[in-house]
């Protein structure tokens, strides 16, 4: 099955395609935006953007994980959101970062919301979750807006450049989504 593109009001999230590693490379690649992430390395060095990209097709062949690049008309590439897609519990855990240039103007918010509506149609799962580091409030008011309530704080959840980070956990269920709707 080909990997899906989503298009939402401003913006069309699609699949990388390995010309887009050096501008993944640069956004992905200052300090600001990896320290938002678990997953972000830094520095982001030659070559990890395109071994990243080349992971995404055999992940959704497998039905583990869509991640799609998020992409305006005049801008290109601007950042990424992925689904992690548990199955077997009809779960889903989004994750996204966005280049430094693009923060604050709803790249985030209009793509997860995006996602949002693929997990629960496409998918069909019943819950989807997300997770942020509590130094980065910022993540937390976007999965706020989504209609995802807090369920709690898994303290010194992840190591993360050499450092425990505590971890606040949101989620929001198919029913719940929809009846806000």
């Known amino acids: ?3 899906p593109t989503i298009h939402t009001q401003r ?10 590693a050096q501008v993944v ?11 938002t992430t678990q997953n972000i390395p830094h520095p982001y ?9 080349a992971s995404h097709r055999p992940d959704w062949d497998e ?18 959101m992925g689904i992690r897609i548990n199955s077997v519990q009809r779960c889903g855990e989004i994750g996204y ?5 693009f923060w604050d103007r709803g ?17 069909a799962l019943n819950r989807i979750q997300a ?11 976007v999965l706020e807006k989504l209609g995802m309530k807090m369920e709690g704080v898994q303290r010194q959840h992840v190591l993360a450049r050499g450092r425990f980070e505590d971890v606040a956990m949101y989620a929001i269920l198919r029913s719940e989504y929809h009846i806000d709707r």
């Open 97 to 101: 970062w966005v280049g430094l240039p």
């Open 131 to 141: 997770r942020h580091m509590t130094r980065n409030p910022s993540s937390g008011r």
């Open 63 to 80: 039905g583990k994980l869509l991640t799609l690049a998020i992409t305006e008309d005049s801008e290109g590439v601007v950042g990424a």
């Open 107 to 123: 790249y985030a918010t209009e793509s997860a919301r995006a996602f949002l509506e693929f997990g629960f149609g496409q998918l």
């Open 11 to 20: 913006f069309t999230l699609r699949p990388f395609e390995v010309s887009d």
């Open 45 to 53: 060095e030659d070559g990890m953007a395109e071994a990243w990209i």
């Open 25 to 35: 490379q640069s956004l992905a690649g200052i300090g600001d935006v990896a320290l």
């Open 1 to 3: 099955m080909s990997i």
